[in-house]
């Protein structure tokens, strides 16, 4: 009995020591920078990372020994590449609401006629009215407004002086303006600046000597109002433009809704 258990002890001891001499082989130095040869490298690093993962390298998964967690908004997959959150569709669908409000409230698809033989063009947001009479071109320039009283410009051009255009800017004032004792009519839009520019330019030119209606006598100022009478700039006209304007403006809203929503969704 004395000799086994010399023997479980000797036994003990010899495992003890190739252990320790094992645990010694191991280097605790930094690596080299040179590559080592095959026969003597081990995969140590490797080796980490199975006994970090309960599936091995079957799973294909590599954990970072170091990760910072990043705080995102929740997205929703698109094959655009672009982003989108949870934000956003509900951002869609509130804009799909609206527009479906505003058509409801939308009078007509159609835009309304203007009497009187103009014709619309339209650049954008910039719409004008153009029409001859008896060798004269008259062009109204004005954007849609949504209070349904936009500003706009009257140009009279005569054929034969072509160089320049006889302008006026006009506007819609809050006070409708009379013409004078006596008189039960009034004006719903007024002259505010007159001035000659050149024909065809887009801006007015600042040199250009501009008259201010402010102080002008009554006399020249309704000279001026019946002169733009003549060429089909009256009440009437003035009442067309602001439906149109306001026709014009709600069509635009709807479209830039629409355009918004598509943006949004990304379509």
Not at 175 to 202: K, L, T
């Amino acid at each position: 009995m004395l000799k086994s258990l010399s023997r479980a002890v000797g036994t003990a001891v010899r495992l003890s020591t190739v252990t320790t001499s094992t645990a010694r082989a191991v280097p605790l130095s930094r690596p080299t920078l040179c590559a080592p040869s095959p026969a003597t490298s081990r995969p140590f690093t490797r080796s980490l990372w199975l006994m970090s993962n309960n599936n091995g390298a079957s799973s294909g998964y590599r954990p970072k020994l170091f990760s910072s967690r990043v705080l995102r908004p929740s997205s929703v997959s698109c094959g655009c590449g672009a982003l989108h959150t949870e934000g956003d569709k509900a951002f869609g669908e509130f804009l799909s609401d609206e527009i479906k409000e505003e058509r409801k409230i939308q009078k007509t698809k159609s835009l309304p006629k203007m009497s009187g033989g103009w014709t619309l063009e339209t650049n954008g947001a910039e719409v004008k009215l153009v029409r001859s009479v008896s060798g004269e071109k008259i062009m109204v320039t004005f954007n849609p407004d949504i209070v349904s009283a936009p500003n706009f410009v009257v140009e009279v051009t005569k054929q034969e002086a072509a160089k320049h255009s006889l302008v006026f800017d006009c506007h819609f004032p809050e006070d409708e303006i009379g013409h004078g004792e006596g008189e039960e009519e009034s004006d719903i839009f007024a002259i505010r600046e007159v001035s000659f520019q050149p024909e065809g330019d887009s801006d007015w030119k600042e040199t250009s000597y501009t008259l201010n209606t402010d102080s002008l006598d009554w006399a020249l100022y309704d000279h001026f109002m019946d002169f733009l009478a003549d060429r089909g700039v009256d009440n009437a006209f003035a009442d067309d433009l602001r439906e149109l304007s306001t026709a014009m403006e709600h069509q635009e809203y709807i479209k830039f809704l629409e355009d918004l929503g598509s943006f949004v969704h990304c379509k």
